[in-house]
């Protein structure tokens, strides 16, 4: 069935260091990939996305990189800060249901 | 611009009673996704509307939730009677376009059935 995983359940990082973290997906039919970060006690919040037909987006301070041949999907955040601190949420779709369907989520801790 | 607007934000009941939960979608929005969280299983799709008209409810649990959209401002989510397994965080989203355009989130509702 289609499922969407994480490598790593928590991750570690200095201020200033980048940050990657990384997600696979079982679902080579899937075409569409968002990003999103929670923080406690609030709803996800959409970083960036990207489509099937590409394979890098960038956005402010992050980039994400889209490989199908392994199906696998990273966020990188460039000169992580404190406030980056968050549960990240990758999520796949495709175009026959269109629901997104959520991995469970990498906590990334951020040491001043 | 407001966000999704959610209500209440927090609730807390008796297994065997009738929960509501509202929603109120980002103008000019078209699509709406009422999702839940758990520890146990995650962020789950529960049903998704697209001009008020309900297009996917397969995440519906069972015969106890039901959600309407009587207008492109307006969704509840409603269960009947509520159990304890019930007890998650309940996410409203709404989005401009189908199920992959990028979807804002509220702030949810936080569930307690005792």
């Known amino acids: 069935g289609e499922s969407v995983g994480l490598h790593l359940p928590t991750l570690s990082v200095q201020e200033g260091d980048n940050s990657i973290i990384n997600c696979a997906y079982s679902?080579?039919?899937?075409?569409?990939f968002i990003w999103y970060k929670q923080e406690s006690g609030k709803g996800p919040q959409f970083i960036i996305d990207i489509r099937s037909n590409m394979d890098k987006r960038q956005g402010q301070r992050v980039t994400v990189l889209l490989n199908k041949t392994v199906k696998h999907l990273s966020l990188q955040i460039a000169a992580t800060q404190p406030g980056d601190s968050a549960v990240y949420f990758c999520?796949?779709?495709?175009?026959?249901?269109?629901?997104?369907?959520f991995g469970q989520g990498t906590t990334l801790q951020v040491k001043p | 611009d407001a966000g999704v607007i959610q209500s209440p934000r927090h609730e807390v009941t008796e297994m065997g009673q009738e929960v509501t939960l509202r929603c109120k979608p980002i103008s000019g929005h078209n699509s709406l996704f009422w999702y839940r969280q758990t520890m146990m299983r995650g962020l789950e799709l529960l049903i998704y509307f697209n001009n008020n008209v309900p297009i996917d409810d397969s995440g519906m649990p069972e015969d106890r939730f039901s959600a309407k959209m009587p207008n492109a401002s307006f969704s509840t989510l409603k269960i009947q009677p509520s159990e304890p397994r019930d007890s998650a965080v309940y996410f409203c989203a709404s989005a401009w376009g189908g199920a992959q355009e990028t979807q804002y989130f509220g702030p949810g509702t936080r569930l307690l059935v005792l």
């Open positions: 679902n080579s039919a899937s075409d569409y």
């Open positions: 999520a796949e779709s495709n175009g026959d249901t269109g629901k997104l369907i």
